[in-house]
């Protein structure tokens, strides 16, 4: 497939994922409005931590693929045009998975007025993880720069 081709299919899901999210029905947990308070900034705190820890896991993850010797030997840098499934450089599947989730997370955030707080909150938390994804994946191609193909 083509440049042009993945790009479509890209856009596409991505697209997809953000209506998605926009038009899913979503049912108001009553037990989790009911909880304490102190409960709420645990799970909060817990999760703020949790994906600040994104990009030091996924480095980990890529470390591992650069010394799987079937991966390729250059890697070329994630663009919406490359195909996020090829097994032998890893970084572009999730390249492709963090503008997906990210996609979703703004379509929660988008639809948060008429679903309520919990989905806006909800929201954050998934495009806060898809920035950091994101921020994983630049930290990648920075400390396995020798794996990297150079662009002329």
């Known amino acids: ?8 299919f ?3 899901l991505i697209t997809l994922s953000f209506v998605v999210a926009i038009f899913a029905p979503v ?5 989790l409005m009911s909880s304490p308070t102190w409960v709420h900034v645990v799970e909060a705190v817990f999760l703020v931590v ?35 499934f090829r097994w032998g450089n890893p970084l572009l599947f ?10 979703h997370g703004s379509g929660l955030l988008v639809s948060s007025p008429w679903k309520g707080p919990i989905v806006a909150a909800y929201g954050a938390v998934v495009l806060f993880g898809a ?13 396995f720069k020798s794996k990297m193909e150079s662009i002329a």
């Open 27 to 31: 049912e108001q947990p009553d037990a």
């Open 50 to 84: 949790s994906l600040a820890l994104i990009p030091v896991m996924l480095l980990f993850v890529i470390s591992l693929q650069a010394a799987n010797p079937f991966s390729d030997a250059k890697w070329t840098p994630p663009t919406h045009r490359s195909n996020p």
């Open 10 to 12: 890209r856009l596409g």
């Open 131 to 143: 920035f950091m994804l994101l921020v994983g994946v630049r930290l990648c191609m920075r400390v």
């Open 94 to 103: 999730f390249h492709f998975a963090a503008f997906l989730s990210g996609a």
């Open 1 to 8: 497939m083509t440049g042009d081709t993945w790009l479509r």
